[in-house]
């Protein structure tokens, strides 16, 4: 079964989706050839590794707590709170609280 993916002008309801961080269920809500928008369900002490990405990237706490660490730099992200970081700059990732975070990917051109 294909993933179902926003259409454009779709509302897509971030705050229902804190149900699913206990089974980890990260959705893909959108992606096109410029930019991909996927909302992670992250479980208290899940962690990415140190990686990173092409393009320009956000990072949206929707709910709960994680810590990104970047550019030597340790920052705690809250509801609400949100990072940008640009192109090919490691970064790594841990909930420390049960999060909903909102990543979106800008792919260069």
Request: proline share 5%.
């Amino acid at each position: 079964m294909a993933t179902h993916h926003a259409s454009s002008n779709e509302v897509v309801d971030l705050a229902t989706w804190a149900q699913d961080v206990p089974n980890e269920k990260s959705k893909v809500i959108m992606k096109t050839d410029d930019m991909e928008l996927v909302r992670l369900a992250l479980p208290a002490g899940k962690e990415f590794a140190d990686h990173k990405v092409s393009g320009p990237i956000v990072v949206h706490c929707i709910s709960g707590k994680i810590e990104f660490v970047a550019m030597q730099t340790t920052q705690a992200l809250t509801s609400g709170q949100l990072v940008y970081l640009m192109p090919d700059e490691p970064h790594a990732v841990k909930a420390v609280l049960d999060s909903v975070v909102l990543l979106t990917i800008i792919f260069k051109a």
